[in-house]
């Protein structure tokens, strides 16, 4: 169940704050309900859902799909994560803008940003993360964006000599590819 909706510097990524059941068994939350999605304006509907398990430090990406084109939610499942959202959108008034949000799993919130929007997530503790996609990973039209691009200038909240970050993120032979 959906607790509340909160909006972000580019009004079509949102920050979904998840109802909690809280008892002595410990806590329950409804991720996806498509009638509470619809009724708060989200137009979302997954069609794949990944997780991955991150270590502390740890980087991944930004990488987004060319066709079809992606809408997310992204939420951290336990520990703690960063995510970052950018608009890759070139006829957009917020294209190259980006949102970030700091999102431990006790708060149970997730991210959600529409089809053409690359994305991040630092790892800022060991951490389980669910991704909820509405179209089909496209391994053949997958873009990967230089992490620390000076153009979208991410401030990431650990230095980078830090970051666990894999060669493919590191190599990155472009800047970024628009939409």
Not at 15 to 24: A, G, L, T
Not at 94 to 122: N, Q
Request: proline share 4%; aromatic share 12%; glycine share 4%.
């Amino acid at each position: 169940m959906i607790r509340s909706v909160l909006n972000t510097n580019i009004p079509d990524v949102k920050v979904i704050i998840m109802k909690s059941i809280v008892d002595s068994r410990g806590n329950f939350q409804e991720v996806y309900n498509k009638h509470e999605f619809d009724e708060a304006g989200i137009n979302f509907q997954p069609v794949q859902i990944n997780t991955s398990f991150n270590y502390k430090n740890s980087m991944r990406g930004f990488h987004y799909q060319l066709a079809p084109l992606q809408g997310r939610i992204i939420f951290c499942i336990s520990g703690m994560a960063f995510f970052v959202a950018v608009d890759m959108r070139k006829d957009s008034g917020t294209y190259l803008r980006y949102v970030s949000l700091s999102a431990p799993a006790s708060d149970f919130c997730a991210l959600y940003a529409p089809a053409g929007f690359a994305w991040a997530l630092l790892a800022l503790s060991d951490c389980n993360i669910m991704y909820y996609m509405d179209t089909l990973y496209n391994d053949v039209s997958k873009i990967r964006l230089v992490w620390d691009d000076p153009d979208i200038g991410v401030e990431w909240p650990i230095e980078n000599k830090n970051m666990i970050i894999s060669h493919e993120d590191k190599t990155m032979s472009s800047r970024f590819c628009k939409i």
